[in-house]
C-alpha cells in the first residue's frame, strides 16, 4: 500500500473500522426482536446481502438458477 501518501491526504488506513463494521452490518440483519434463523438461512441472508451491495445481483441471480 502507498501508507505515506494516504497519510499525506489524510485518508484512513486501517483495517479495525472495516472489521468491526461487518459484524455489525450482518448482527443488523439476523438478530431481529422475534427472529430465529437457521445457519443456512443466515448464509442465505448474508450472501444475497452481500450480493446486493456489490451491484452483483444478477450474476447472483443466474448463480442460483443454473444451481
Known sequence: MRHAELRRRDLFIGFGTLEASCPSAIAT????????????????IIALRD?????????????????
Open 29 to 44: 440483519h439476523l438478530k431481529c426482536a422475534g427472529v430465529f434463523r437457521t445457519l443456512e438461512r443466515a448464509n442465505a
Open 51 to 67: 450480493t446486493l451491495r456489490s451491484n452483483r445481483f444478477d450474476a447472483y441471480r443466474e448463480d442460483c438458477a443454473a444451481a
